[in-house]
């Protein structure tokens, strides 16, 4: 018998800032959205949309991952965290960056602003990859897991050091290429190595430890690993050559390929859980992927011709069904035991203290979870139709869904210990 | 799980040290340390106690609050015993492990 070191949570300032500031970005993006959903329903490429869409990226869905990831790694990988101060220096790189993108893409201030917006994202993008990277190298075990994290925070880089290199090529031009294939390119680098890769790597560890699964076939994983990468790379480097219409399908092929052992692997978690009922924040997950299967479905069509409103019902899908549907729900399986153990830990087993699920108010996750199916309803519907009265009313109810989900992540971080005397 | 002889000359002790344990909770399944079967051993001497245990997922990011735990109850009732936690991997933690209460708790059964 070998007496075994656990690893040690980070430091709380290397992982509830991103929460809070994420959930702020989230209530941001909700309020611009219902100003601009008139300019959503005809045009992709308004600035106001790319600030919303940045917002989204970048303000909500990275800044939260970007916590999620410094709490989970040392869990995955059996290490503490590389470095608690890289974590905090990254998360004030994220923050200043967005907040100059959003408002140099509002006003489509090209030139300084967004420059030096872009430029303070790749630190952080840097920052984070840093940290990732070392953690994993510490890591004797070998885990699937690890190499997901790996390769997400390596797509990071080349999504943002694109993005800065476009953000250039807006006002001194670089490329002679078609600007619309790189912004192509800069979102479904960000998408397929970035977000698809993380997710795939975080949800294989988190759904089976939440539903307490018997199968875990790894081989699923390994497979989803390599077919993802190679066809990121296949596609990466296909449209930068301009092959837009032959090998890039390849690379898209062998994406959805990594895309469907991966869902096997979920499915097979899910089909042999000990814990039969599903929470809410599990039915977020699940209806999350539902989104995704459906926008990868979409792409081909968009891939062809870039159609309106599909292209705008794709990121839709994306960023609001999938991206989003993911946090709304996973945020209250993390969040509530990070900041339960930072008030409790020591006090675990010596008074009666509360459990992590009564920190928040599980009854809103329960409204938002409806209040989610209903928006994207009222959304897709609205553009689809190009009705703007309905559009209008599914971003009310997002903005609805942003204010319920920041009270409650608030009602979390600025919990106040209690505890009574069971002796 | 754990199971104590009633020959044991060490019997009362560990009884006592068991029932202490049923008030650490694991946070996440919000069942106590016993009921999951996480406790395989009990050592005791007249100036030490030792929990040789695990965790449901190696690397659990409660574990530290668990283990935590484990040191808090028993400091309450045994004061004047080092408390040592020792974790193993070996056998691995399964469902069949925990108790018919626990099984109960978690909705299981």
């Known amino acids: ?423 | 799980m754990i199971q104590i002889e009633i020959n044991d000359p060490q019997y009362a002790q560990k009884v006592k040290i068991a029932q202490s344990l049923y008030q650490v909770i694991d946070p996440e399944l919000f069942v106590n340390i016993i009921d999951l079967g996480l406790v395989y051993n009990i050592i005791y001497t007249d100036n030490t106690i030792t929990i040789i245990m695990t965790l449901s997922t190696p690397h659990c990011p409660l574990g530290d609050a668990i283990t935590s735990g484990v040191n808090n109850a028993l400091s309450v009732h045994f004061p004047g015993h080092a408390v040592t936690v020792q974790l193993v991997w070996e056998p691995k933690w399964n469902f069949e492990m925990m108790t018919a209460e626990g099984k109960k708790l978690l909705g299981i059964a």
């Open chain 1, 1 to 423: 018998m070998a007496d075994i070191n656990i690893a040690k949570a980070p430091k709380s300032y290397a992982v509830l800032p991103f929460y809070a500031v994420g959930s702020l970005f989230f209530l941001t993006l909700s309020t611009l959205l219902v100003f601009s959903h008139q300019t959503l329903l005809t045009q992709f490429l308004h600035p106001h949309i790319l600030a919303i869409v940045h917002a989204t990226t970048l303000g909500w869905v990275t800044m939260v991952i970007f916590g999620a990831s410094y709490q989970l790694l040392p869990v995955i990988c059996e290490r503490n965290l590389f470095s608690n101060i890289l974590a905090l220096v990254s998360f004030f790189g994220l923050l200043s960056g967005v907040i100059l993108l959003i408002i140099a893409f509002w006003f489509f201030l090209t030139g300084f602003w967004m420059i030096t917006g872009g430029t303070l994202v790749v630190l952080a993008a840097i920052l984070y990859f840093i940290n990732v990277t070392v953690t994993a190298k510490k890591c004797n075990k070998h885990a699937i897991q690890k190499c997901f994290m790996i390769s997400a925070g390596f797509w990071l880089l080349v999504t943002t050091v694109m993005g800065l290199l476009i953000a250039i090529h807006l006002k001194y031009p670089l490329f002679n290429t078609n600007q619309l294939q790189l912004i192509a390119l800069h979102a479904h680098v960000g998408f397929a190595g970035w977000f698809l890769q993380l997710i795939t790597g975080v949800s294989s560890k988190l759904v089976p430890m939440f539903l307490l699964s018997r199968n875990k076939p790894e081989k699923y994983l390994q497979l989803a690993f390599l077919l993802q990468n190679t066809g990121l790379l296949i596609f990466f480097f296909a449209a930068i050559v301009g092959l837009w219409n032959n090998i890039v399908w390849i690379g898209y092929l062998l994406v959805i390929a990594g895309v469907v052992y991966w869902l096997l692997y979920i499915i097979a978690a899910f089909k042999s859980r000990i814990r039969k009922p599903l929470d809410f924040q599990m039915r977020f997950t699940f209806l999350s992927l539902i989104f995704l299967v459906l926008a990868l479905f979409l792409l081909p069509f968009i891939m062809h011709s870039w159609p309106m409103p599909y292209i705008q019902l794709y990121g839709l899908l994306v960023l609001m069904g999938w991206l989003s549907g993911i946090i709304l729900g996973q945020t209250f399986k993390t969040l509530p035991f990070i900041v339960w153990n930072y008030h409790y830990k020591s006090l675990n087993g010596r008074v009666r203290v509360p459990l992590p699920k009564q920190l928040y108010r599980e009854i809103l996750v329960k409204w938002n979870f409806y209040f989610f199916i209903a928006a994207l309803m009222l959304m897709c519907a609205g553009l689809l139709l190009q009705v703007n009265m309905l559009f209008l009313v599914g971003s009310i109810f997002w903005l609805l869904i942003a204010i319920v989900f920041v009270w409650n992540v608030f009602d979390i971080l600025l919990h106040k210990t209690k505890k009574s005397d069971s002796n």
